[in-house]
């Protein structure tokens, strides 16, 4: 199948096309068929949406998944362990900045 995603104008946030708007969950898109670039064209126009293209997704058991990892990297987040991450604030992480 194939989905259109883009960057909210405003906040910069990955947004994904509902068939009657954006949202911030992938899960919420929608296939586009053939008429992917005619609602490119038109979200453009709005310039509400930046950077906006039509990629592959299939439909799995945990909802809409992009094929490419770097979407499904912007669709679900980090692919690291989010505890072993580097925390802003943590005087114990100052150690690790260069």
Request: glycine share 8%; proline share 4%.
């Amino acid at each position: 199948m194939k989905i259109i995603t883009g960057n909210d104008l405003r906040t910069g946030d990955v947004i994904w096309w509902t068939g009657k708007g954006w949202s911030r969950f992938v899960n919420d898109a929608v296939a586009v068929g053939d008429d992917a670039e005619a609602i490119i064209a038109q979200q453009n126009a709005t310039q509400v949406v930046t950077d906006t293209h039509v990629i592959d997704a299939e439909t799995t058991a945990d909802g809409v998944r992009p094929a490419h990892i770097k979407e499904r990297v912007r669709a679900l987040g980090p692919t690291v362990r989010m505890d072993l991450s580097l925390k802003p604030g943590d005087p114990a992480a100052a150690k690790w900045v260069i």
